[in-house]
T-cell receptor, first 114, second 116 residues
Framework: GESVGLHLPTLSVQEGDNSIINCAYS??????FIWYKQESGKGPQFIID?????DKRQGQRVTVLLNKTVKHLSLQIAATQPGDSAVYFCAENRGGGSQGNLIFGKGTKLSVKP | ETGVTQTPRHLVMGMTNKKSLKCEQHLGHNAMYWYKQSAKKPLELMFV???????ENNSVPSRFSPECPNSSHLFLHLHTLQPEDSALYLCASSQDSFTPSGNTIYFGEGSWLTVV
């Protein structure tokens, strides 16, 4: 069935290195994508979003890349820091504009080694 | 501090109990949501309220009953729950209930529910 998913459930990186977290989606009608960060014991926190008419968007130390051809979304974190350790979720909006169409992936746990 | 406050943070209840989860948002948003987060599943949308009216109910069992008395407050009333209902229940809000770019959903810290 159609779903949002992640290639890797866990990712371990060295402090200072760049991190890349991947997400696959299967609905070609999805028009909006969001990355969330969830630290232990906290609710998900918005990181960055991208619309389907873009293929790249940059924020502070983060970049989201969208490849609609292969239905792939990635989050790149530059110079990863210990405070980046968390679970990262991608979410896709499957059209229609309603928040009810926002589908979340299971998440990738990022661990940063000092 | 996200501007969305949930109480209680932890709740243990028996299967015959009645309890309620409370959410308050201080962001002036018009839409509020309940999500369920289980250990091995993605975030699941339960209810959507827009301007205090329920606009979405994702086939949630009737033992979960939402209430939205005004645009700043949202409750989830719990009655005769099952152990499999144990999860993190997240409240969220956004400016409105549509998702154009910039209409970010802000989550609370969640209420950890254990049903025994």
């Amino acid at each position: 069935g159609e779903s949002v998913g992640l290639h890797l459930p866990t990712l371990s990186v060295q402090e200072g290195d760049n991190s890349i977290i991947n997400c696959a989606y299967s609905n070609s009608a999805s028009d909006y994508f969001i990355w969330y960060k969830q630290e232990s014991g906290k609710g998900p926190q918005f990181i960055i979003d991208i619309r389907s008419n873009m293929d790249k968007r940059q924020g502070q130390r983060v970049t989201v890349l969208l490849n609609k051809t292969v239905k792939h979304l990635s989050l790149q974190i530059a110079a990863t820091q210990p405070g980046d350790s968390a679970v990262y979720f991608c979410a896709e909006n499957r059209g229609g504009g309603s928040q009810g169409n926002l589908i979340f992936g299971k998440g990738t746990k990022l661990s940063v080694k000092p | 501090e996200t501007g969305v406050t949930q109480t209680p943070r932890h709740l243990v209840m028996g299967m015959t109990n009645k309890k309620s989860l409370k959410c308050e948002q201080h962001l002036g948003h018009n839409a509020m949501y309940w999500y369920k987060q289980s250990a091995k599943k993605p975030l699941e949308l339960m209810f959507v309220y827009s301007l205090e009216e329920r606009v979405e109910n994702n086939s949630v069992p009737s033992r979960f009953s939402p209430e939205c008395p005004n645009s700043s407050h949202l409750f989830l009333h719990l009655h005769t729950l099952q152990p499999e209902d144990s999860a993190l229940y997240l409240c969220a809000s956004s400016q409105d209930s549509f998702t154009p770019s910039g209409n970010t959903i802000y989550f609370g810290e969640g209420s950890w529910l254990t049903v025994v």
